[in-house]
């Protein structure tokens, strides 16, 4: 271990006031939980172990699995089989998902009818109360009060919606966008909910017309019609939709795709649960970087670390970043670059 990396270490273990929100005991465990599963998995080899491990587990074990991961008894047969890698009617339908739903399509929803109403002060023909983003598959990023900005699976972002609901997708985005739209969905997640005007992407907050709009504006989909007004709602969306002809109406092609999804929410939840903790468990790593940035740059104004190793150990930590696809809002580095090339791809 090199000097720089023992004062890493030393920084890292050090009690001092931490810059971030301290984690709780469950998103310790968490996140802790969500580490050991991702270094099991890093490699070939240990995916194909933990594979081979999770074949092998007495049936006991794994419907214990099922019932802590909030799967109904009258399913847990199929999450068994999901589990040991068999064939069975829940993985044929998700195979079958595969490039339905496609990051960056929208959904327009009514789960308030009193907003809805309202909304048609905005564009007379208004029908939503409520807009979310698909970041990718049946995983969806919306920001709603209470929570914020966050990833909740498609069962759960309909689950009170009315029926009439509808998904749409811009022409212009294909599948070449994706990993721009899985970035830039990222990038904001944790957001608090909040409802301020302003014609600017918002820095610090975001409500659910507003997120979707910047998220559009951060790759640079051209000739989208979302305005540039201080307040963006669920109606100018609408209106979009309804007369837009760069975006087009998905929904009855993805109708059967929905269903499915509806189908088996608590199973869906489990397999999108390494992709949603994924995501918080890289927030939480770039929050402890954040503290060791810190503490190194105190370190070395109180003369306790050098100018030179404190510049290594600086230099270190943002090469573990150069090397992370993605980044956060309230993470006080570059956010990366999600907009598209001059050929339409990112």
Not at 15 to 22: A, D, I, Q
Not at 82 to 90: A, I, K, L, V
Not at 204 to 213: D, M, N, P, Q
Not at 245 to 271: G, H, M
């Amino acid at each position: 271990m090199t000097a720089v990396t023992e004062q890493l270490a030393a920084i890292s273990n050090k009690e001092t006031r931490s810059m971030t929100k301290p984690p709780t005991i469950q998103e310790v465990a968490r996140n802790t939980a969500a580490a050991d599963l991702f270094q099991q998995i890093a490699t070939d080899e240990g995916a194909a172990k933990l594979a081979n491990n999770l074949r092998n587990m007495p049936d006991a074990i794994l419907q214990f699995m099922s019932k802590v991961s909030g799967v109904p008894t009258h399913q847990t047969d199929l999450h068994v089989a999901m589990m040991r890698g068999q064939d069975n009617e829940f993985m044929q339908g998700l195979e079958a998902l595969d490039g339905w739903f496609q990051p960056g399509d929208l959904i327009l929803m009514t789960g308030s009818q009193a907003l809805a109403l309202v909304q048609k002060t905005l564009y007379k023909n208004a029908r939503s109360s409520h807009v979310a983003i698909v970041h990718a598959d049946y995983i969806c990023v919306d920001a709603i009060p209470g929570v914020g900005a966050s990833n909740r699976i498609l069962p759960e972002v309909l689950a009170d919606a009315a029926p009439g609901w509808r998904i749409i997708r811009h022409k212009a985005v294909g599948p070449d966008d994706a990993d721009s739209f899985l970035r830039a969905c990222a990038f904001y997640l944790a957001q608090p909910y909040k409802i301020l005007p302003t014609k600017e992407s918002a820095q610090t907050f975001a409500y659910c017309s507003e997120l979707a709009r910047k998220v559009y504006r951060d790759i640079g989909v051209a000739d989208t019609g979302i305005p540039d007004v201080r307040i963006i709602a669920p109606a100018h969306f609408d209106e979009i939709a309804d007369a837009n002809s760069n975006w087009i109406d998905v929904t009855e092609s993805l109708r059967p795709a929905v269903e499915f999804c509806q189908k088996y929410p608590e199973i869906l939840r489990a397999t999108a649960k390494m992709f949603i903790d994924g995501l918080k468990l890289n927030r939480r790593r770039f929050e402890e970087r954040t503290d060791q940035l810190a503490k190194i740059q105190a370190q070395v104004e109180a003369g306790k670390m050098s100018q030179a190793d404190g510049q290594a150990a600086t230099a270190q930590l943002h090469e573990i970043e150069s090397n992370m696809n993605n980044t956060f809002w309230d993470v006080p580095r570059p956010a990366g670059v999600f907009k598209r090339s001059a050929s339409g791809k990112a």
